[in-house]
């Protein structure tokens, strides 16, 4: 490899921290998956290629107690007789939908990374699974987890394991999330154009020209909630939900306003929100965020 | 990275894949302009596709992210072209420019990030991939030319084109944020 004649990197040329574009790259270098994201990832790749998932103990394999048993010779077993274990079995069936519900996933893969310590093991990938994987009577329940590997996506990838090596194998169609913006959500209240009609006090320097911004309305609320103030928090949330209903930190907003939902103890209220966050970002980076807030507000 | 014997035995571990190189492919795939909603289901396509072809991977011939990231590469290029053929558009919320000032340096920063992804996204595909590995993923450029599937000296010029659109579009940014 011919390193030495590599030019520098820009992020190298602009070590400052000054430079926007040197932040840019740091913090765009620096992004990744969650760990519960790749605990998804790893599921969904176990089921294209037909190999269940390491601490599938059985049917209520989301116990926890997963590490043991059926799980771990399922988990050193090569791809086929995993495979095979799964076939037509009720309780697979049962089990394989049951990871599609987030929750479960979640406790099951913390199992499932203890399996893996114990069983170092080397599967043979260069054996094709057989195509009949899962009964077609499974249907994987809906959920907001974007996992792609329904039964019928893992059977069809398997087929096209063994009909083709080639670089783009999994020619299945994408179940794409499609990004949706929900009509009945604020329904009542449509995003009128911004403009110069906002109260809101402009960013200074900005006086002339700029119209009242999203980033004022959503700083604000942040002001006001790191002022404990949440009532004002909540309040300045809606006025940037009703002028910027999708605009760029709708989810920011959300999430100021699911927190300022809790404190005020409108915990209901909250719930609701929270849900149709996860189900309209998906892939929210502030979706552990969510969570946390619920799950440390408890009442 | 997956140890080089395991690679070799063509044996691995699923977990472990997905656990060394989930988080590169993942961020590759976003920058590779995968949109953000699709990101989780084409990393587990590239992953799978790791996995079934790994007995065919060559160490003499190829290091294994140079090879990794050609997967990536062409099962991004992939995606976008079916995306364009079914002008679908699953992306989050796209910040419209030019974004107004701000004195707070969290968002300013954000919007740094997000103007970025957007000139990644203006850039032409030969030229954002060679950007992405050597700019944001660091591979040498020899990998680089590897992973994209082009020769050395193409993937030096495209580096240049891509850094000067770059440059000068973050020259606007700045300019706008300076003058108020």
């Not at chain 2, 160490?59 to 991004?76: N, Q």
């Not at chain 2, 558009?89 to 969290?106: F, Y």
Request: with cysteine.
């Amino acid at each position: 490899m011919k390193r030495g004649s590599d030019p520098p990197r820009l992020r190298e040329l602009l070590r400052d921290g000054s430079d926007p574009l040197g932040g840019a790259l740091e913090d765009m270098r620096e992004e990744g998956p969650s760990a519960e994201e790749l605990r998804r990832v790893t599921l969904g790749v176990r089921m294209a290629l037909g190999v269940p998932p390491a601490g599938s103990g059985g049917p209520n394999g989301g116990s926890g107690a997963a590490g043991s048993g059926a799980a771990g010779s399922s988990s050193a077993a090569p791809l086929g007789t995993a495979v095979g274990a799964l076939k037509g079995s009720a309780a697979g069936a049962k089990l394989i939908s049951s990871f599609f519900v987030p929750m479960a996933a979640g406790v099951l893969t913390a199992g499932a990374v203890l399996v893996t310590v114990t069983t170092v093991t080397s599967r043979k990938i260069a054996a094709p699974p057989p195509v009949d994987v899962v009964p077609p009577a499974v249907q994987a329940p809906p959920s907001p987890a974007p996992l792609r590997a329904s039964p019928e996506t893992s059977s069809a990838a398997s087929a096209a394991a063994v009909t083709s090596d080639s670089q783009h194998a999994t020619e299945t169609p994408l179940a794409t999330p499609v990004f949706r913006r929900p009509g009945q959500w604020n329904a009542a209240a449509p995003a009128p154009p911004p403009s110069g009609e906002n109260q809101m006090a402009p960013l200074p320097g900005n006086e002339a020209t700029q119209p009242p911004t999203e980033l004022a309305l959503v700083n604000e609320a942040q002001e006001a909630l790191a002022a404990r103030d949440p009532a004002r928090a909540l309040a300045q949330a809606r006025e940037h939900e009703l002028r910027f209903r999708d605009g760029m930190l709708a989810q920011e907003r959300e999430v100021i306003a699911m927190d300022a939902l809790l404190r005020l103890g409108r915990r209901r209220e909250a719930e609701s929100r929270a849900l149709r966050f996860h189900a309209q970002y998906p892939q929210s980076a502030h979706g552990r965020r969510v969570d946390v807030l619920l799950q440390t507000s408890s009442p | 990275l997956l140890q080089s014997s395991r690679v070799r035995s063509g044996t691995l571990d699923i977990d472990e894949v997905v656990a060394d190189h989930g988080r590169f492919v993942w961020r590759v795939l976003g920058r590779l302009g995968v949109p953000s909603a699709d990101v989780p289901d084409v990393c587990q396509d590239v992953l799978v596709t790791v996995c079934r072809r790994l007995p065919d991977f060559d160490a003499e011939r190829a290091s294994f992210r140079s090879w990794l990231y050609g997967i990536c590469v062409r099962t991004a290029s992939d995606h976008r072209r079916r995306l364009r053929a079914r002008k679908e558009q699953p992306v989050d919320v796209l910040p419209e420019l030019p974004l107004p000032a701000s004195q707070d340096e969290e968002l300013e920063r954000r919007r740094a990030r997000a103007y970025l992804e957007q000139v990644l996204e203006s850039l032409d595909e030969g030229k954002r991939e060679v950007f992405v590995l050597y700019e944001l993923e660091e591979l040498p450029m020899a990998e680089v030319a590897h992973a994209v599937g082009c020769p050395l000296q193409t993937a030096y010029s495209r580096l240049h084109a891509a850094r000067k659109a770059v440059e000068s579009a973050f020259r606007r940014f700045n300019d706008t944020r300076r003058c108020p």
